[in-house]
């Protein structure tokens, strides 16, 4: 009986990973395979045979003012080249993400709503993260799938990246008066040269009519 059992857990997790992993190539995607969780748990836990790996990125600021949003790209380029899936995912202080057109958020993971075809050599999510209202340093996560579309996960390849997002107090409206007032400090002491030349003008004058005949 536990035999049974035992097989039937393997096949249930092996059916998962190609059902998941079908999902994410060919149709939507799925949260949970960015590369936050381990290097195990990326596309490349199923999609593989796709000879040399894509190259992906993320596009965007790599600072932040606490709870500003940032416009962020994830792009796929290489690989089978057919189309492209993806999942970013943001370190657990790092704040919002919030899927853009084509795409969708899962989990609080985001992911594509379908496959992705490639324009120009790359494919590209847009997306966008509010910053935490505290300072400190987030990380964003991102796995890449270049697929071949055969309907299966063989043929298709895939990488994953991080992108670190300094989020940093804003300056506010008291730097400013600062440096105003630094400013009128400077007219001030520049009003002292002038002075200085005026008197030494004027001595020179009074010893011109001391030495005249």
């Keep these: 009986m ?117 324009s120009n050599g790359e494919a590209r999510f847009d997306f966008t993260l509010v910053a935490p209202s505290t300072p400190g340093t987030v990380t964003l996560y991102g796995a890449g799938n270049s697929v071949n579309q055969n309907g299966t996960e063989q043929g298709d390849s895939s990488a994953t990246t991080t992108l670190q997002v300094t989020v940093g107090s804003s300056t506010g409206g008291g730097g400013d008066e600062g440096g105003d007032d630094e400013g009128g400090g400077c007219a001030a002491a520049g009003g002292v040269p002038l002075v200085g030349a005026a008197l030494m003008l004027l001595g020179t004058r009074l010893r011109r009519r001391r030495q005249a005949p």
């Design 2 to 118: 536990r035999s049974y059992l035992a097989s039937l857990g393997v096949v249930g997790v092996v059916s998962a990973c190609l059902v998941s992993g079908s999902a994410f190539a060919s149709s939507v995607g799925m949260s949970g395979h960015s590369g936050k969780q381990g290097s195990s748990l990326t596309c490349a836990s199923c999609h593989t045979g796709g000879g040399g790996s894509p190259t992906v990125t993320i596009q965007g600021p790599t600072t932040l003012a606490p709870g500003a949003t940032g416009n962020y790209t994830f792009i796929v380029r290489g690989g089978p080249a057919s189309g492209a899936g993806f999942n970013v995912a943001v370190s657990d202080n790092g704040g919002t993400l919030n899927a853009g057109p084509g795409s969708t958020k899962m989990s609080g993971e985001l992911t594509h709503n379908g496959i992705r075809a490639f």
